[in-house]
C-alpha cells in the first residue's frame, strides 16, 4: 500500500503551486524531489500530478530556549518537561506543478488546478521517474545517457536526452570554470559516437582539450559486432592540428577580408571591394586564387580607374602590405589551393577535433565561419537537391559541430565574422540537418540572439550574478527556482532543459569513458617533480649560468 509523505494544505502563490505539510522523519523531501497527489475530475480516470519541489520551511520545531545550551540535548530537555516530541519538525513544502503525463502527446499536461486541502501527498518511485522524466529510453536509437538524477541514488533514475531534439534545436552548455563543461561535452560525444547513434560529430577545439576522444576506437563499449561475431561498427576519431587546419582563400568572402584586413581607411575598403570583384569577374572558370591574384586586381581595377585613384598609390601600397602581411604570408591556415575536403570533416561514425589552440583568434574566428558557411550551404543545397554524389559539396546526412569557448566566436557586443554565420545556422540549420553545440564558461559574453536559439541547455555552477542574469532572460525552459540552485551546484552537476527532456531536471553526470583532456596542472607535483631525480646536482649543474666572473655571487637562470 502506498505510504502518504504528507498532507496538502492550500493552493501556493501561483496558480501552479500547492503546499502541504510533512514531518518528513526520513528527510527526502528534498528540493528538486518529485511528489504527486491523485487527480479525480469529471468521471476520467485517475491521474497522478506530477510536481518538483522548490521550497520547504520549518513551520513547527522545538521552541528556542531548548536550543540555548549547545551542550545539552534538546530532546532530553524536552523529555524532561514533557515536551511532546511527536509534535516537532513539521514542514511546509511548495511545490511547483508539473502535470500528469501524457503517454500519447509524450508531454505533461497540466490540470489547471491544484489538489484540495486535505489530500495526501505521495513521494514518486523510480520506475515512474525514469519513464516519464527523460525522452527516451536508454540505448534506444537517438538516445544519450548523460547521467541520473541527483536527488536519488546513483544509477536509480537514468537521465536519457533525445538526440534528435539537441541536434534540430540546438545544444547549450553553460558552466563556470571548474564546473565540469569539458567533462560533459566529453560524455556527450561518447553517447553520440556510440552504435545506436553513429553520428557525424565536428569539435572546434581551441585549447587542445579533445584529443583524448582518440580512444574511443579503443573501448569496446562503442562497438558493435553481428552475432557471428563479425564487428559491424567502430567509431573513428580525426584529430587535426593546428598546422593541418587550412582555409582556401576562394571560401573566404568580401566580408571575410574586411575582417582580416582590420582598421582600413574607407578609401582602402573602396579599392579593396573593386579588385575583389574584379578578380571574380576575371576568373568565373577558375574559383580559386591566391593573394598575389588579388593584389594584382587591386592594382588593374585603380589603373582603369580616374586620375585621382591612379595617383593614390600611397592608399594601395598600405593595402596591399595588409593583404601581404594577413594572407600571402600566412599561408600555414589561407592557402590558394588547399582546405579541408568536408567528406573528410564530417563523416558519420567519425569525430572530428579541429585544435586551432595555436592560431590568432581573429584567423579563429574566420577559421569558423568559412567552416560553418561551407557546411551549411553543402547541406543546403544536397538536401535541395543541387548537387550529387561527386561534386565537393555534396553532403548527403546531417552533422552536429560542438564549439568550445563560444563567447569568442559569438561575443555580445562586438559582431565578429563567425557571429553572423552562427546566427544563420542557428535559425536556419535545422531544416538542413545541421546543428551547434555551443560551450562557454560566461554567459554574459554570449551574444543574446545566439544564445537564446539553444533550445536544449545543460547548465552546471554558476556564481557570477551578471550570468545568472543572462541565463534567466535568455533561457525560457529553466523555472526560476532551479535556477536558484546554480551557486549550489557541485562540480558535475547539472541542470538538464529544453527540448531535449521532456521537464528541467537536476543530474549527476556519469562517469567518462575516454580520459578527460580538461584537466588543470597540479602545480606542486610537477614542482615536487622537479627534484624527485636521483641527478639534481648534474641539472643543478646544467642550469647553473655564470654572468660575469667579477659580479659576485654565481647567479643562476
Given at each position: 500500500m502506498l505510504q502518504a509523505v504528507g498532507i496538502t494544505k492550500g493552493p501556493g502563490e501561483t496558480p501552479h503551486e500547492y503546499t502541504f505539510i510533512s514531518q518528513d522523519e526520513a528527510q527526502i523531501l528534498k528540493t528538486g524531489e518529485y511528489v504527486w497527489y491523485e487527480l479525480r475530475a469529471g468521471g476520467k480516470q485517475p491521474r497522478r500530478v506530477l510536481g518538483r519541489i522548490t521550497e520547504r520551511h520549518a513551520v513547527q520545531q522545538y521552541p528556542d530556549t531548548f536550543l540555548a545550551e549547545p551542550s545539552v540535548p534538546p530532546d532530553e530537555i524536552a523529555a524532561l518537561i514533557g515536551y511532546d516530541r511527536s509534535a516537532s519538525d513539521l514542514f511546509e513544502v511548495r511545490v511547483a506543478i508539473m502535470g500528469y503525463y501524457d503517454e500519447q502527446l509524450g508531454a505533461f499536461i497540466n490540470p489547471w488546478i491544484p489538489p484540495q486541502s486535505g489530500r495526501p501527498i505521495y513521494l514518486a518511485d523510480d520506475d515512474m521517474l525514469a519513464r516519464v522524466l527523460s525522452k527516451r529510453k536508454m540505448n534506444a536509437?537517438?538516445?544519450?545517457?548523460?547521467?541520473?538524477?541527483?536527488?536519488?541514488?546513483?544509477?536509480?533514475?537514468?537521465?536519457?536526452?533525445?538526440?534528435?531534439?539537441?541536434?534540430?534545436?540546438?545544444?547549450?552548455?553553460?558552466?563556470?570554470?571548474?564546473?565540469?563543461?569539458?567533462?560533459?561535452?566529453?560524455?556527450?560525444?561518447?553517447?553520440?559516437?556510440?552504435?545506436?547513434?553513429?553520428?557525424?560529430?565536428?569539435?572546434?577545439?581551441?585549447?587542445?582539450?579533445?584529443?583524448?576522444?582518440?580512444?574511443?576506437?579503443?573501448?569496446?563499449?562503442?562497438?558493435?559486432?553481428?552475432?557471428?561475431?563479425?564487428?559491424?561498427?567502430?567509431?573513428?576519431?580525426?584529430?587535426?592540428?593546428?598546422?593541418?587546419?587550412?582555409?582556401?582563400?576562394?571560401t573566404l568572402t568580401?566580408?571575410?577580408?574586411?575582417?582580416?584586413?582590420?582598421?582600413?581607411?574607407?578609401?582602402?575598403?573602396?579599392?579593396?571591394?573593386?579588385?575583389?570583384?574584379?578578380?571574380?569577374?576575371?576568373?568565373?572558370?577558375?574559383?580559386?586564387?591566391?593573394?598575389?591574384?588579388?593584389?594584382?586586381?587591386?592594382?588593374?581595377?585603380?589603373?582603369?580607374?580616374?586620375?585621382?585613384?591612379?595617383?593614390?598609390?600611397?592608399?594601395?601600397?598600405?593595402?596591399?602590405?595588409?593583404?601581404?602581411?594577413?594572407?600571402?604570408?600566412n599561408d600555414m591556415t589561407f592557402s590558394p589551393s588547399h582546405h579541408l575536403e568536408l567528406r573528410e570533416l564530417c563523416k558519420p561514425g567519425q569525430c572530428t577535433v579541429l585544435q586551432i589552440n595555436e592560431i590568432d583568434e581573429r584567423d579563429q574566428q574566420v577559421i569558423v565561419a568559412t567552416t560553418l558557411r561551407r557546411l551549411y550551404n553543402a547541406r543546403m543545397e544536397t538536401d535541395r537537391g543541387k548537387v550529387h554524389e561527386?561534386?565537393?559539396?555534396?553532403?548527403?546526412?546531417?552533422?552536429?559541430?560542438?564549439?568550445?569557448?563560444?563567447?569568442?566566436?559569438?561575443?555580445?557586443?562586438?559582431?565578429?565574422?563567425?557571429?553572423?554565420?552562427?546566427?544563420?545556422?542557428?535559425?536556419?540549420?535545422?531544416?538542413?540537418?545541421?546543428?551547434?553545440?555551443?560551450?562557454?564558461?560566461?554567459?554574459?559574453?554570449?551574444?543574446?540572439?545566439?544564445?537564446?536559439?539553444?533550445?536544449?541547455?545543460?547548465i552546471m555552477r554558476i556564481v557570477n550574478e551578471l550570468d545568472q542574469k543572462t541565463i534567466a532572460t535568455a533561457i525560457e525552459s529553466v523555472g526560476h527556482e532551479l535556477l536558484r540552485n546554480l551557486p549550489a551546484l557541485s562540480k558535475g552537476q547539472v541542470i538538464i532543459a529544453g527540448s531535449a527532456v521532456n521537464t528541467p531536471v537536476l543530474c549527476r553526470v556519469r562517469a567518462r569513458i575516454t580520459r578527460h583532456?580538461?584537466?588543470?596542472?597540479?602545480?606542486?607535483?610537477?614542482?615536487?617533480?622537479?627534484?624527485?631525480?636521483?641527478?639534481?646536482?648534474?641539472?643543478?649543474?646544467?642550469?647553473?649560468?655564470?654572468?660575469?666572473?667579477?659580479?659576485?655571487?654565481?647567479?643562476?637562470?
Open positions: 536509437i537517438g538516445s544519450a545517457h548523460i547521467g541520473d538524477l541527483l536527488t536519488r541514488g546513483p544509477g536509480a533514475v537514468p537521465i536519457v536526452i533525445d538526440v534528435k531534439e539537441m541536434v534540430s534545436t540546438h545544444l547549450a552548455i553553460i558552466a563556470s570554470t571548474g564546473a565540469g563543461k569539458s567533462y560533459l561535452a566529453g560524455v556527450i560525444i561518447e553517447e553520440l559516437m556510440r552504435a545506436h547513434n553513429r553520428a557525424a560529430v565536428l569539435i572546434i577545439d581551441p585549447h587542445g582539450e579533445y584529443d583524448t576522444l582518440a580512444e574511443l576506437r579503443n573501448h569496446d563499449e562503442f562497438a558493435l559486432c553481428a552475432p557471428n561475431g563479425m564487428e559491424i561498427y567502430r567509431p573513428e576519431t580525426r584529430v587535426f592540428k593546428h598546422d593541418q587546419v587550412k582555409v582556401r582563400l576562394s568580401l566580408a571575410d577580408l574586411r575582417y582580416l584586413l582590420p582598421e582600413m581607411t574607407e578609401k582602402q575598403h573602396y579599392l579593396l571591394g573593386r579588385g575583389f570583384r574584379r578578380m571574380l569577374d576575371k576568373r568565373k572558370g577558375n574559383p580559386h586564387w591566391s593573394a598575389q591574384d588579388l593584389i594584382d586586381a587591386i592594382r588593374e581595377s585603380a589603373s582603369a580607374g580616374g586620375e585621382g585613384e591612379r595617383d593614390d598609390s600611397g592608399t594601395i601600397g598600405a593595402l596591399e602590405w595588409k593583404i601581404e602581411q594577413r594572407l600571402l604570408d561527386g561534386d565537393e559539396k555534396y553532403l548527403p546526412y546531417p552533422v552536429f559541430i560542438l564549439l568550445e569557448e563560444a563567447h569568442h566566436f559569438a561575443p555580445a557586443g562586438d559582431e565578429a565574422i563567425s557571429t553572423r554565420v552562427l546566427k544563420t545556422v542557428l535559425a536556419e540549420g535545422r531544416k538542413f540537418g545541421m546543428g551547434v553545440g555551443l560551450i562557454s564558461q560566461r554567459p554574459g559574453k554570449v551574444n543574446a540572439d545566439v544564445l537564446s536559439q539553444c533550445q536544449t541547455q545543460c583532456g580538461g584537466e588543470s596542472h597540479d602545480a606542486p607535483a610537477k614542482w615536487q617533480e622537479y627534484f624527485a631525480s636521483d641527478s639534481i646536482a648534474d641539472r643543478l649543474r646544467a642550469d647553473a649560468l655564470p654572468v660575469r666572473q667579477d659580479s659576485g655571487p654565481r647567479l643562476y637562470r
